[in-house]
């Protein structure tokens, strides 16, 4: 993992054979634009981004609409 952020998020399917190809697009369920973790109009999988020190990266984390 390189060091800095990450973008985090929860995706359609649990299928990563091909990575983030096979596990289709964000968990959107109201079919809402791409947003951050605080907007109202966001995919309810945007979680925002993490940072990592390059060898581990961390999140405590509690959503609204998760």
Same mark, same amino acid.
């Given at each position: ?19 983030? !190809? ?9 079919? !809402? ?5 605080? !907007? ?23 959503? !609204?609409?998760?």
């Amino acid at each position: 993992m390189e060091k800095g952020e990450h973008g985090f998020h929860v995706h359609q399917w649990g299928n990563l054979e091909e990575g983030c !190809k096979t596990a289709g697009g964000h968990f959107n369920p109201e079919g !809402k634009t791409h947003g951050g973790p605080n !907007k109202d109009e966001r995919h309810h999988g945007d979680m925002g981004n993490i940072m990592s020190d390059g060898k581990v990266a961390n999140m405590d984390y509690v959503d !609204k609409v998760l």
